[in-house]
Structure formats: C-alpha cells, structure tokens
C-alpha cells in the first residue's frame, strides 16, 4: 500500500524539486545577463513585448523565478516517474523515499554541472567567436553585453 501512495508523491515532489531548480538557476542566469531575459526570455514566455523590455524593473526577479518555474517544473513529469518507477523495481528496502531523493539530487546536480560547462564554454569559445564573426549567431537587436548573453544561453 505504501507503494501505490510513493508514486504519485514522488513525481510531486520531484515536479517542486525541478522547479526550485530552475528558480535558482534562472536567478544565478540573470545576474549574469539581465538582458538575456529583457530581450529573450520575457518576451518567449509572454511576460511582455519586444518593445517593452524595461516594463519589469521593479518586479524583475519574481518574473525570473516564474520564468524558471515554467521552464523546469514540467521535468519531474518526465524524471519523476522514471526515477520512482526504477526505485520500487529495484529497491527492495523500505527506504524507496530517501533513495529516490537522492537519485533526483544527483540528477539536479548534473543538470547544474553541465549547466557550468555550458557557461564556461560560452565565455570561452562561443562569445568570443562570435564577436570575431567566426560563428554567426542570431542575436536579438541591442544586445549590449553579447558574450555575456551567448554564455547564458544565446541562441544560435
């Protein structure tokens, strides 16, 4: 019976974990690049329109934990039962709770992981490339702080 109750607790939680996550990790984007957001992601998420880009200065960082909110919460849909499901197949131990924890911390701390690399990369290869016109990349108008805007995820 404790069982049937683990599951849909499970993905639950896993959905709040992934979107704790992402509320740190679009905070620690944004005070890389605030214009990654002001130019891309608010405007990607209807927050507001391409003119509009200083409407959210008194509000940024609420609208920044929302965008990290819808951007994330969606993958403890996919993680949650993957990881729950593996978890009661084969762990035999009463301790499916704690184990399934774990597994989705570690999951949370490669996703941070690669998003480090992804950061370094940018401002290692991809930036600079860009500004010496070795890679074309599709930047919105008026982006000030390029290498800091491809680092954070400036789309290609």
Known sequence: MKQVLYFP???LIACIIAAGFGIIHDIFTHCISPE???????IQFGFIE???EDVLVDNRLTYVALTGIIATWWTGLIGGPIIALV??????????????IKALLIGISCSAIAGLVGLLLGYTYFGP????????WNLPNNVVHQVDYIA?????
């Open 50 to 52: 391409e003119f509009e």
């Open 36 to 42: 990654y957001y002001t130019k891309f992601k608010f």
């Open 129 to 136: 490339a860009v500004l010496k016109d070795q890679i074309a």
């Open 87 to 100: 978890n009661l197949l084969i762990n035999k131990t009463q301790h499916f709770f704690s184990s399934g």
């Open 9 to 11: 607790l499970f993905v």
């Open 152 to 156: 954070v995820g400036g789309r290609r």
